[in-house]
């Protein structure tokens, strides 16, 4: 049924902002690897409607709950919320993702009539931001600048990106690294330590201006690994 | 002789710092398309010295000078001094470079025992400080992920990464996206404003990183484009 590495064997992944397009996509990728899964919102009655769309027949279970029952019930918990909210959410969820490794996706991204830019960050970065509140679990970031498009396309069909994980634990970003890996055409690639975050975040301003000029939904590839 | 476009045809490509490893590479590969190319440096014997080492048998020139005579002579000018003293320097060139395309390929980074980490820039980027500084030139951002050691391998070797190109003048990005297709292998994309450039010459610590994990000589490429 699944090809899911030993280190993922009987993890459930939350992912927090479950119900948005990075969220949703994700959720059903993971599913389709053979995860169980468990998407969270704000509104516990839209998560269980949405993760019942996001089931693929024969591949891992969806299911919807409020955001605090999916970090409670996750051993791994993706934040993919939107980056206004960020941080008064996970001061909410401290305890729910105490000891777990929690991967931030949230790209602090501004939009204007030329496109979009990176904000500033008080932190340094939402991974940053993240790690601040959340003293008792592990951060990593990742899944920055995977196209959402991409991830709607049906769970078999190949995504053309490497991811970068980045972390100061080894043990978690080669778990994310994992993680990523489930993807069919992902490939986690180490990138540095959370203090580099802010730039991976910042670059989907990049891809998203390339996008625009491109009509494409670009994702990169790192070269030479 | 050589297959350089329309575009840069009589064009003379000064490289600003031509004798550190990114400058020699990138002037090394100019000149291995058949371009004109002079390198620059504070000290002009010590460019004319390096310059001679550059040109392989057949193709374009190289040639060495002190910096204003090389931005002076350029049509296009490469910016690839250290970030210690980039915008100083730049200060003293601004009559030499008006009315140019300059292309800055500066990276702010700072080392420490962790490896490298994005410095902060007032301006929010090398390339943005540049153009603050040199409000009669077009300045372009380009290279930063260009490995030096794979610029190093001789002239007809690929090197295997594509350059994303910044800038507000879609002429000169255009042109700038020309200059990286002489390199074999490489390919210039569009990535946005110089707004967003403060990213890209971050994106360097990563490559880094991913480097020294992987003993590798990391480039990148963008995926459907």
């Known amino acids: 049924m699944s090809n899911i ?3 993922l064997s009987n993890k459930t992944i939350a992912v927090l902002g479950g ?14 690897a053979g995860l ?3 998407i969270g919102s704000r509104d516990a009655n839209r998560a269980t409607e949405i993760a019942a769309t996001l089931v693929e027949p024969g591949y891992g279970t969806v299911t919807g709950a409020d955001n605090p029952t999916a970090a409670q019930a996750g051993d791994i918990v993706v934040v993919a919320v939107p980056w206004d909210g960020h941080g008064e959410l996970l001061k909410t969820l401290a305890a729910e993702l105490a000891g777990k490794v929690v991967v ?4 602090p991204l501004g939009f204007d009539q030329h496109g979009a830019y990176a904000l500033d960050v008080e932190e340094g970065s939402a991974a940053q931001q993240a790690q601040g509140i ?3 679990s592990i951060v990593v970031c990742a899944f920055h600048n995977v196209s959402a498009v991409s991830l709607a396309a049906p769970g078999s069909a190949p995504v053309d990106t490497d991811v970068l994980v980045l972390g100061d634990v080894r043990e978690a970003t080669d778990l994310v690294q994992d ?5 069919p055409g992902v490939r986690g690639v180490y ?6 975050a802010h730039q991976v975040e910042a670059l989907t301003a990049n891809l998203i201006s390339a996008n ?6 670009a994702g990169m590839r790192i070269t030479d690994i």
């Open 5 to 7: 590495p030993e280190s």
């Open 19 to 32: 119900t948005g397009p990075q969220g949703r996509g994700l959720a059903r990728r993971f599913a389709a």
């Open 36 to 38: 169980p899964v468990v």
């Open 104 to 107: 931030d996706c949230v790209n």
């Open 134 to 136: 959340l003293a008792e």
């Open 179 to 183: 993680l990523c890996g489930v993807i």
């Open 191 to 196: 990138g540095g330590r959370l203090r580099n």
């Open 212 to 217: 625009r000029r491109y009509r494409a939904h």
